[in-house]
């Protein structure tokens, strides 16, 4: 009990600041006994309540992003219900080969994404790369709902390399919304989990408990990192994900 409370608050400190906090309590519930499916669904409900504790902790880099928010959430919730589904039907396998692709993808963007972002400001024609939710934005941020739903390690920063690039923001804004929509994809994945799955309470009730605190704490440390210093964190965290998914 001791060892899956603590994986929750280090989980929810690590979803708040970076995201990719499965690759903490997943493993932790394998390795006390519990099935992978039924571990992986565990896992998501007991940290829907994390991800509210981590989003409110960035509240103030919230303002002003109300209207994208509104839109960019009801596609991941969409995308969120299609992984969860995914994950009750099929086996892991077509995901465990495309997704440390797209995490790969996801750390090269947050790594160049000031110049890029200047370059398509430029070519913008005066308008700003502020407000930039074309399709490729929406289905970028549908599919990493899919995976959030159906997995998640890396979620995070899928969702920081997306954004980054094509809204234009400041880094802790931009995790700050990424805070949100992971919420939004694990708290409808987790509701379809209630309804139809099999959930072992205990664990999900310990991860609920520690990643509320864990949000809180990740909230607190990451909102004053510097730029530089969260964009070097997110690529380390998208390099052990990749590790872990490819070797898992």
Excluded: C, H
Excluded at 76 to 94: E, F, N, Y
């Amino acid at each position: 009990m001791l060892v899956v409370l603590a994986a929750g608050i280090g989980a929810g400190a690590v979803n708040a600041v970076v995201g990719s906090g499965t690759l903490i309590t997943f493993p932790v519930l394998l390795a006390v006994g519990y099935p992978p499916v039924l571990a992986n669904v565990t896992n998501t409900v007991g940290l829907t309540p994390g991800g509210v504790s981590g989003a409110y902790g960035y509240r103030a880099e919230l303002t002003g992003q109300r209207s994208r928010l509104v839109t960019l959430g009801a596609v991941s919730m969409v995308g969120g219900l299609s992984g969860g589904l995914l994950l009750l039907s099929l086996p892991s396998d077509a995901f465990r080969a495309i997704v440390p692709v797209l995490i790969a993808v996801s750390v090269v963007l947050v790594l160049v994404q000031p110049r890029l972002a200047r370059r398509l400001a430029r070519s913008d024609d005066g308008r700003g790369a502020g407000e930039r939710l074309g399709p490729t934005l929406l289905a970028g941020i549908f599919g990493s709902g899919v995976y959030g739903g159906y997995f998640g390690a890396g979620q995070g920063v899928l969702l920081i390399g997306l954004m980054g690039v094509f809204l234009g923001e400041d880094l802790q804004r931009v995790n700050a919304a990424k805070n949100v929509l992971a919420g939004l994809v694990n708290g409808t994945a987790a509701v379809l989990f209630l309804l139809v799955g099999d959930i072992a309470w205990e664990a999900a009730g310990l991860i609920a408990v520690g990643s509320v605190v864990g949000g809180q704490l990740g909230a607190s440390i990451g909102r004053r990192l510097p730029a530089s210093v969260l964009r070097g964190l997110v690529a380390t965290v998208g390099v052990v994900a990749i590790a872990a998914i490819v070797v898992g």
